[in-house]
């Protein structure tokens, strides 16, 4: 179809992926900022969003501490 029909509030553009001739208001804009008919446009791809890996726990102390005693005469510091 020719697009040098007139028609109100839109325009004639050139699509920035397949260089046709189309009116704007058939156009879409893509992720990056090109103006494309709508068979030429695609979603942005996942893989330009990398995932957050999350730091792993930190472990306080590893080692619980010795029960405590109630007969301290059995210790004698050093």
Wanted: with cysteine; glycine share 4%.
């Amino acid at each position: 179809m020719k697009n040098d029909y007139f028609e109100l509030g839109t325009c004639n553009t050139i699509c920035d992926v397949t260089g046709f001739k189309v009116k704007r208001s058939e156009c879409m804009v893509r992720w990056d900022g090109f103006v494309c008919i709508p068979e030429a446009w695609h979603p942005r791809q996942p893989q330009d969003f990398p995932a957050v890996i999350n730091p792993p726990p930190v472990i306080s102390d590893a080692r619980p501490l010795p029960p405590e005693t109630t007969n301290n005469a059995s210790y004698t510091p050093i």
